[in-house]
């Protein structure tokens, strides 16, 4: 028999293992009616719009048009350890994990992972969403770092589990933000070392707390009795962008950074459900550091799982953190402005059963004006889904929660139970459509669909936007706001897809009529629009290529047509990793992809430890994509 370390399971299997959820009573009641032919089918035709989602994309207007958009032959499957694009395109390694942003870095030391001196000097680990800026002549990319692979980056360790503060501030620093400028040389992209906007954000730099929470007594600390000054960003997952040129970055599973070495230590309430547990999550940051010692500083997890914006241009600026937006595990912040210049933002809080929302600001964007208040002050929504295929915001208010607008922005998921929210299944990023107004989500997976509640006791019923139980596929959502106007509080909702595989499954599972044997994936997660209108999709699931997922092979970026319901296969990547976060010059003849915890060799040969990456995509004929 062999220990089991829990250190390798998902974020939201470890909230599980330590919290698990109640069974449900009716679950075979449910499971009959979700899988009947009358209930499973009468669901999705409900859709109205949806006519993408079952394959009948021919029937809709320009879908004929719509065959002639995709510039590339699509790819098959693949499962190997390297990255895979269409005939007549390249790709080449930007950056990995380990390279220096400034000249005076020492090499990669593959022994080592690099010394703790140089984490927050060097390209960090496990890069997730990007955004690309034009900064005058200066091209540049702002990237996230969303967690570490501890047995990789500090391979001198058991398990890499942490032996010192030394060991937890190496951590620490490979985690966060990049922001790089880069440029095309004879020999391709690169990054431009030394440059002053290069910086790395950590979980060690001062951030302002900003909005109705700011100074609130739950986020008051020790070392902080303002309440208004944190210290780092945490587990950045999903990006975003303003119009007035800042980048967003989205704080997501941060609970497993706290922990106490105090057992017995009675943990406030709130913790729950936001799965913040006395032992941690195999970090080991609250051994070392006593900031992260809940027993010590109990505010201190409520001062992490916002929005956070930074300037790129700037690399002495502080980044704030949005309270206004929201305390929840974000994935990203996809922001449009409405037809009054209002600002609205879309955001997903990604575990099993939770929520999707939005925010409008108060105030309207204007070019050249003052942008500060924007994302401080506005209301705050979340959304329920009904089954003839409307839907609702509902707004996340005093009136309406009962709560004070200081404690929705902390304690939001508590204040969206209040209100009913439809519990969804894992919402990761959304994309909005830069043609038409309507926006799209990615709803992963979720196993336990119809079986068990949230982590606040919210019923999971199997329906409407999520309409198979045990969900190992995931599906993406699409809504069209009423009056073509995001602010609007109605709107009608579909399904674009439903990943499935129909080589193995003849009912729901096998997904919807646009998914085929050439196309086959699983777990949607990162999404983004070109500026054509098509919707590129990139996956993090399931890899094993056997079984239920026989025939998928590595994760991969596949792109849809909104119009026809087409997809097609684009990319794959590695054995082991995810494909996360696009990126696109401001020409659109190159393509950042973002290639997260690959297995050896990748990218740099065996022998060698695996170092997530940015790969540039671009076209032979030096054509544009997207």
Known sequence: MTDFNDLTLSADDWDELHDPRPDETDFDRVIAAALSRRGFLSGLVAFGSGAAAMGLGAALPGAARAEGRFAFTPIAAQADTTVHVPEGY???????????????????????????????????????????????????????????????????????????????????KLQGVTVMEVAEGAQGWHVVKDSPVNRRITHLTPMTLSGPAAGHELLRTKADPTGRQA???????????????????????????????????????????????AEGRGYDYHKYDA???????????????????????????????????????????????????????????????????????????????????????GTLYVARFDEDGTGRWLALTPETTGMALAEICILTRQAASIVGATTMDRPEWVATNPLRAEGYCALTNNKNRGIKPNAGGDATPVGGPNPRAENHYGQILRWRPAGEDHTAEAFTWDLYVMAGNPTVHGDAYAGSANIHEGNLFNSPDGMAFDSTGLLWIQTDGDDGNEGDFAGMGNNQMLVGDPVSGRIERFLTGPNGCEVTGLAWSADRRAMFVGIQHPDAPFPDGEGRLPRSSIVVVTRADGGAIG
């Open 90 to 172: 390249d790709w080449q390694v930007l950056v990995r994990w380990g390279d220096g942003l400034f000249s005076d870095v020492a090499d990669f030391d593959n022994a080592t992972g690099g010394a703790e001196g140089d984490a927050d000097r060097v390209f960090g680990e496990n890069n997730d969403g990007m955004e690309f800026f034009l900064l005058g002549d200066r091209q540049v990319i702002a990237v996230n770092h969303e967690y570490v692979n501890r047995d990789v980056n500090l391979p001198q360790r058991a398990d890499g589990t942490p032996e010192s503060l030394e060991d937890v501030r190496k951590l620490q």
């Open 231 to 277: 210290l780092g960003t945490f587990n950045n997952c999903g990006s975003g962008r303003t119009p007035w040129g800042t980048y967003l970055t989205c704080e997501e599973n941060f609970n497993g950074y706290f922990g106490t070495t105090d057992a017995g230590a009675a943990l406030p309430e709130d913790y729950a459900r936001y799965g913040i547990r």
């Open 291 to 377: 900031r992260f010692d809940v027993a010590q500083n109990p505010a201190e997890p409520r001062r992490a799982g916002y929005v956070v914006e930074i300037d790129p241009s700037d690399a002495s600026s502080t980044p704030v953190k949005r309270t206004a937006l929201g305390r929840f595990k974000h994935e990203n912040a996809e922001l449009v402005l409405a037809p009054d210049g209002r600002v609205v933002v879309y955001m997903g809080d990604d575990e099993r059963g939770e929520f999707l929302y939005k925010y409008v600001s108060e105030g309207s964007y204007a070019p050249g004006g003052d942008t500060s208040g924007l994302l401080d002050r």
